[in-house]
């Protein structure tokens, strides 16, 4: 008996098809997003809604980050190395799962993952404009907020545990799965691991998105800087800004790059910041909250005077847990 005829699915956007098994391609269902080198589409496998990241054709010349490996290639986005990274990190509820790496039907790699809900800049700015649209106070909005933050102080900390970098942290790279509301760091494509002196040497303006970028990067400008795990902790400083305050305006505006400038050392570099991140703090109630000004003052500080992220979860872990704890509480009856 003839076996019926299956027509293949289309190929993602000219790369031609994916295979999971061997009985099944991924069928595409739609472009989710693209950044300067990689590019995600989401695809289903049997009942499965699944994302796929895929290098970009043609990565912008300009921006493209250049990663120089050990055989002297220069390479421009590398999805094989992200993904042995990641696997060598190993699973944590507070990190994005990979799935495969796979290879397609015109040798086209992409890297097959567990799917989001959304990402945590959206949650967190849901939760700051419906502050004005219900009667829910903010202090139990700020108790959500928290529960999710935790968990990325989790996940960034296993990262670093690992001895790895994640080098582009930022509050749209951590992703949030419902109805869990659980929280993982995403998007490894620019992390490096460790030498044993726990620096590594990049590009400065080649790592993180600049409103994020620790102020050695910034005042680095094109040039070559050794960092460590504690250039994380900078960004995660940003991070928490985006968390806590309730505004969609920037922390550093209108461009932190301009707090660098015509600065004689890092050291009169950090005053700026610290003069604006002090101000903007202050103006939204933020420098005395027991979690949010903890963070501020413990990270946006020079590289060698930074807490870890390990540090950090164990020093606000208290303040963490009865804020959470909030949630739990019976309301009190209006009289």
């Known amino acids: 008996?003839?076996?019926?005829?299956?027509?293949?699915?289309e190929d993602f956007d000219g790369r031609g098809t994916?295979?999971?098994?061997?009985?099944?391609?991924?069928?595409?269902?739609?472009?989710?997003?693209r950044g300067t080198y990689g590019e995600v589409f989401a695809c289903h496998f049997q009942d499965l809604r699944l994302p796929l990241k895929v290098a970009v054709r043609t990565p912008d010349k300009d921006t493209a980050v250049v990663d120089t490996h050990t055989d002297g290639l220069e390479k421009s986005w590398d999805l094989t190395r992200e993904y042995t990274i990641l696997s060598k990190i190993g699973p944590h509820p507070n990190v994005v799962q990979l799935y495969a790496l796979l290879q397609s039907s015109t040798g086209h790699t992409g890297i097959l993952m567990e799917n989001a809900s959304l990402d945590l800049l959206k949650v967190v700015r849901q939760l700051h404009a419906e502050d004005t649209e219900d009667s829910v106070p903010w202090t139990t909005r700020r108790a959500h907020v928290t529960t999710y933050f935790r968990q990325t102080l989790a996940g960034l900390g296993y990262v670093h545990s690992k001895n790895i970098v994640h080098l582009d942290v930022k509050t749209n790279n951590f992703l949030v799965f419902l109805p869990a509301h659980r929280v993982a760091l995403s998007d490894f494509g620019h992390c490096r691991a460790l030498p044993v002196d726990g620096q590594t040497r990049v590009r400065a303006d080649e790592v993180y998105a600049a409103y994020y970028r620790p102020s050695e990067c910034l005042f680095a400008g094109d040039k070559k800087v050794d960092v460590s795990t504690k250039a994380d902790m900078w960004a995660l400083g940003v991070v928490t800004w985006d968390c806590y305050a309730r505004t969609h305006r920037s922390l550093f505006v209108p461009d932190p790059k301009l707090l660098v400038q015509n600065t004689k050392s890092l050291e009169e570099a950090l005053t700026r910041f610290r003069l604006q991140w002090t101000g903007r703090t202050s103006d939204m109630h933020l420098k005395e909250d027991l979690i949010a000004g903890a963070v501020f003052s413990r990270t946006f500080q020079l590289e060698k005077d930074r807490c870890t992220a390990v540090t950090l979860y164990r020093d606000l872990k208290l303040p963490i847990s009865k804020t959470i704890e909030t949630l739990q509480e019976p309301e009190v009856p209006s009289s």
């Open 1 to 9: 008996m003839d076996l019926p005829m299956v027509s293949e699915p």
């Open 18 to 33: 994916f295979r999971w098994t061997m009985e099944e391609c991924l069928e595409p269902a739609g472009h989710i997003g």
